[in-house]
Structure formats: C-alpha cells, structure tokens
T-cell receptor, first 117, second 112 residues
Framework: GAGVSQSPRYKVAKRGQDVALRCDPI?????LFWYQQALGQGPEFLTY????????KSGLPSDRFFAERPEGSVSTLKIQRTQQEDSAVYLC???????????????FGPGTRLTVL | GNSVTQMEGPVTLSEEAFLTINCTYT??????LFWYVQYPGEGLQLLLK?????DKGSNKGFEATYRKETTSFHLEKGSVQVSDSAVYFC???????????FGAGTRLTVKP
C-alpha cells in the first residue's frame, strides 16, 4: 500500500520567501508528526496532530512556522519569510493511533529538502 | 530533558564483519528505545524497538538490548552485508510526551 508521501521533494527559496510543504499520511492514520532534520543531525520534533487538532507545537522554532491539518488527513507546514537557518530536510511521519508511545510505530515520508539562499 | 547520544560515524566495514553502533540515553522516566534505518533516498524505517529494561529487540539479524543500568541500547549485527549500508538512528520516546528524540545518526558503509 501507499506510504507517507511528501511534496515537493526539493525546494529552493530565496531568503524572505514563504514556502509550503505538503504531507500525505497513510490513509486512516490518526497521528501526524513534523520533524526538522539539519545536515548531519537527527530529526528534531516540530509539531504533532491528532486528527485535525494540533496538540503539540512546542518544537516550532519561531512564529514564522505554521502547520495545519484542516480535515485530519493532508497536512501543510508553512514557513514565512524564510531564513538561511531554515535550510534542512523536513520530515513528516504518521501513525495509526494517538501519541508517540512505543506501541504506535511512526511511518516516515522521504522528506522535503529545503534550501534557502 | 530526554536525549540520545550515539556513536559518531562514519563507520566502514568489510562484508561479514561484526557491527556495533553505540547508543546511550538520558531520560527522566522509563522510555521506550528504538533503532531506525534510513537507506539512500528513502524515509526512516523502524528497525527494532524495546519497551522496558532487559528487553531485546531484533530484526533482520540486528539486535539491541535495553540496559537500564548503563542507560544504553547498542545496535549489533554479527555479519554485515553490503545491503546494510545506510544511516542508523537511535531514538527514544517517553510515553508522556508526543515527541520522539533522535540521535545524530551513524552512517554505515559496508564494502564487498
């Protein structure tokens, strides 16, 4: 079956531009997570949705970052007025039930590599 | 706060060599521990997990034991193959939180 997909796979933006990154989770998965992965580092948590509700946004680095999942399926991560330090791979993951427990495997998408010039 | 420290890479081995990638963690509670693998051009995939002390996770010839006394979860494989070349991430989740904490990743290259 289809896994988690993300688009675009690569995005180049000029500093100051707004970008929108899309995540299509596995159909029927309740939970959706966004992570930011800097070069040579592990993924770092950004935000978590359970259905359409954004239950945790503690990892968003600034108010320029905004995420939504209006119908509890597709999610969009938006970054306003991009800065060079926003350059990273943005990963989306979904899981069948709620939370990040050990019984709730997260399935990851291939990521979107964002480069801000 | 919770954190994961893993062995720096890159690691280069010959086929059939023994592999160990070290991982230690810091956590306030009783976390679950994971190893994820990322093959070139693909997303992270769960390799194995352990949910409590002394549990051993295993998959595809890889194994790791949850050692509470040493706060470690080292990944081992007795005989690596070229197809094992990938980046390996150690991670933990604390059931009371929504985030998963990852190590920095270790790149493994296996040469024929």
């Amino acid at each position: 079956g289809a896994g988690v997909s993300q688009s675009p796979r690569y995005k180049v933006a000029k500093r100051g531009q707004d970008v929108a990154l899309r995540c299509d989770p596995i159909s029927g998965h309740v939970s959706l997570f966004w992570y930011q992965q800097a070069l040579g580092q592990g993924p770092e948590f950004l935000t978590y949705f359970q259905n359409e509700a954004q239950l945790d946004k503690s990892g968003l680095p600034s108010d320029r970052f905004f995420a939504e999942r209006p119908e509890g399926s597709v999610s969009t991560l938006k970054i306003q007025r991009t800065q060079q330090e926003d350059s990273a791979v943005y990963l989306c993951a979904s899981s069948l039930v709620g939370g990040a427990s050990s019984y709730n495997e997260q399935f990851f998408g291939p990521g979107t590599r964002l480069t801000v010039l | 706060g919770n954190s994961v420290t893993q062995m720096e890479g890159p690691v280069t081995l010959s086929e059939e060599a023994f592999l160990t990638i070290n991982c230690t963690y810091t956590a306030t509670g009783y976390p679950s521990l994971f190893w994820y693998v990322q093959y070139p051009g693909e997303g992270l995939q769960l390799l194995l997990k352990a949910t409590k002390a002394d549990d051993k996770g295993s998959n595809k010839g890889f194994e790791a034991t949850y050692r509470k006394e040493t706060t470690s979860f080292h990944l081992e494989k007795g005989s690596v193959q070229v197809s094992d070349s990938a980046v390996y991430f150690c991670a933990l989740s604390d059931g009371g939180r929504n985030d998963m904490r990852f190590g920095a990743g270790t790149r493994l290259t296996v040469k024929p």
